[in-house]
């Protein structure tokens, strides 16, 4: 059994345009057409049971309509993720709407919305995140359509974990461009988990060995980024770092039931 924690789609309307427009910026080629359809055309190919979607609300206006579009492909092969931008008047009660239609967590990206992982002023919303017990991933490190400074590196997340009572998933290793770092200051950290997203061609497979041993298999999610990694090439990235097969089966699926609970 494989299941995806990390994988994005779009509303058929706009699925074109937004994949031309973040291809272009990142400079990285899409491996689906963007759509929900599309999603699920390419983990059949590729062997996944399951998918986490993660959506991103890049402004005020559309934390609603982003919902309600995860809370609208949700289904036995697809689980989804809410979002709110951080600055929103009404974050906080989108937060509990986000829990009442059933999404599984919620994904922040700090470079798309634009704020540190550590502001004082998230406090709030990572207080509201916790009580709602949702699973919360952070974009973590280096985005490749993005100038430095980045807003979530290690030491940055270290001080969020403070005020955070709730699983947290630290995207692409624990920080895209940053394993020595993750190894040195995040590994062991009880409530934190990694996933895999984008690992193919961009972690250092030595540095990501080590990360698991120090962190431990049982906190490690397997994940794509698809549409811009397919998922099996981050599969052949955990094939290649000479893992056990219990090691293996945590990471490709058993932590990501665990956290889900079912849905
Ligand atoms: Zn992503």
Redesign the pocket.
Known sequence: MRIDF???CFPDKIAARAMDNLSRTAAIHPVTDGTATGLVSMMEEDGIDKSVV?SIATNAHQQKAVNDFAASIQSEKLCAFGSVFPGAPDALDELERIKMIGLCGVKL?PEYQQFYVDDEKMKPIYKKISELGLILTF?AGVDNGYLPPYHCMPKNLLRALLWLDTPVVA??WGGQGCNAEVLDKLCGIEQLYFDT??GYGTVVPALAKKIIEKHGADKILFAS?AP?NRPSQDEYVIECLRLSEEEKEMIYYKNALKLLGGK
């Open positions: 990390h994988t994005h993660l990206h974009h995207a692409h997203a984008y980024d811009w």
